[in-house]
């Protein structure tokens, strides 16, 4: 049952995003050339409602689904790794125009063709997490 009610939010949440056009192929080509607003105005406002939520949370108002404290870790330091990391996920963002959660939104809306940008997200997580280990972290 509790699956459930992640399905149904899942839903709508991919209804929202299609709605918005937040996983437009054109809105994106347009965010990556600095011609519209409309996709730095979305994801403005995931980061607004983050920031909000985390605090609000953090204060202790918002429990989790058991009623347990939210408790966030802190992060080390490693600014060069999120630079790094942040320009692979940007450079794959703009080729395949889609970001990860998109990409399963898209297949369902009939795109097919992200059945291999899919396949290949598979693969690459695959491959990270034989690297894993030898890898600079």
């Given amino acids: 049952m509790k699956a459930l009610k992640f399905l149904l939010v899942g839903i709508f949440f991919g209804i929202v995003l299609v709605k918005s056009e937040a996983v437009s192929w ?5 965010m990556f050339r600095f011609q519209s607003f409309h996709m730095y105005g979305i994801i403005g406002t995931a980061i607004a409602s983050g920031i909000l939520f985390l605090q609000i949370s953090k ?50 809306t009939g795109v097919w063709s992200m059945l291999i940008v899919i396949t290949a997200a598979i693969f690459g997580t695959f491959i990270y997490g034989l690297l894993k280990n030898k890898l600079p972290h």
């Fill in 26 to 30: 054109y809105r994106i080509y347009e």
């Fill in 59 to 108: 204060r202790g108002y918002i429990k989790s689904i058991k009623g347990a404290a939210i408790f966030v870790p802190k992060k080390e330091n490693g600014f060069m790794r999120y630079i790094i990391g942040g320009t692979i996920f940007g450079f794959g963002w703009a080729l395949i125009g889609a970001c990860p959660g998109p990409m399963y939104i898209l297949l369902g």
